[in-house]
Nanobody, 126 residues
Framework: EVQLAESGGGLVQVGGSLRLSCAAS????????IGWFRQAPGREREGVSC???????YYADSVKGRFTISSDNAKNTVYLQMVSLRPDDTAVYYC????????????????????WGQGTQVTVSS
């Protein structure tokens, strides 16, 4: 059974940092790409970043230069390092898995992903 579990969210001040983790089970990162999404209250879920099994990475313009996605295939875990956090980064962050999607025009389209974690809350306070 494919499962994803996010962790690492919390409350942080403006300019602070957090590292989110997405632990995968039931499949290996060699076979699936992982996307990070976020959803703020009253807003649609939006794609943030994506990583392939070979380590190619993609970012939304809103987080480019501040967020870094990485993977540890031995631990079957993907990370999202977030620095210079802003109040508009406040959201529930989700990781999702799908085959061969990063690098396509659809890699930030949530409907293209079959597997999702439960989400972790990130709150940036000013």
């Amino acid at each position: 059974e494919v499962q994803l579990a996010e962790s690492g969210g919390g409350l942080v001040q403006v300019g602070g940092s957090l590292r989110l983790s997405c632990a995968a089970s039931g499949f290996t990162l060699d076979n699936y790409h992982i996307g990070w999404f976020r959803q703020a209250p009253g807003r649609e879920r939006e794609g943030v970043s994506c990583i392939t099994g070979h380590g190619s990475t993609y970012y939304a313009d809103s987080v480019k230069g501040r967020f870094t996605i990485s993977s540890d295939n031995a631990k079957n875990t993907v990370y999202l390092q977030m620095v210079s956090l802003r109040p508009d980064d406040t959201a529930v962050y989700y990781c999702a898995a799908e085959r061969d999607i990063c690098g396509t025009p659809w890699h930030f389209h949530q409907n293209e992903y079959d597997y999702w974690g439960q989400g972790t809350q990130v709150t940036v306070s000013s």
